[in-house]
């Protein structure tokens, strides 16, 4: 399977989640492209509630893709808006599978992991993917990074 991780991170934590992902893919056999998304100007924070004034300056085809992977930190309670542009912006996605995955700071997936899941999915849904169940990586008060390789080897799994 060709895989697609399209991923944003400002810290690194979404994008280490998906470099064990991708490994995790590959080890099964998987094709897998992993791109970080780029802006045209810092995007430090935000809400999807509050628009932000970006545009994606990398925002890949993925029309070659049979699955796409979609990432992103848990920001204001919610996706971060960097990935929910990409999402809106897919014109290649309908009929795809589509897993979105997030990281967050919070120990309770209920403080807006949940939530990002939800519009990552729904906003997939729109575009005519078929959305697969998610993933919540939280970080405080965990050993996120076992949590991050549970996660990789089940998303493995699922594909």
């Known amino acids: 399977m060709n895989i697609g991780i399209i991923v944003h991170s400002k810290t ?7 470099e064990i992902i991708a490994a995790r893919c590959r080890k099964k056999g998987h094709t897998v492209d992993l ?11 935000g809400s999807v509630r509050q628009k932000k004034n970006f545009s994606l300056v990398n925002n890949p085809d993925c029309s070659g893709y049979d699955a796409i992977l979609a990432g992103g930190p848990v920001w204001a309670i919610s996706a971060s808006p960097i990935i929910i542009a990409f999402l809106e912006e897919q014109q290649s996605i309908s009929g795809k599978k589509m897993l979105p995955f997030v990281t967050m700071g919070f120990p309770f997936t ?8 939800k519009l990552m999915s729904n906003t997939a849904a729109g575009k005519g993917a078929i959305v697969l169940p998610g993933k919540i990586v939280p970080k405080l008060f965990h050993n996120y990074r076992a949590l991050m390789e549970k996660a990789a080897e089940e998303i493995a799994n699922i594909l």
């Open 12 to 18: 690194g934590t979404t994008l280490k989640f998906s």
């Open 35 to 45: 791109v970080r998304l780029k802006t045209d100007r810092p995007v430090d924070s």
């Open 110 to 117: 209920f403080m807006g992991g949940r939530q990002a899941i």
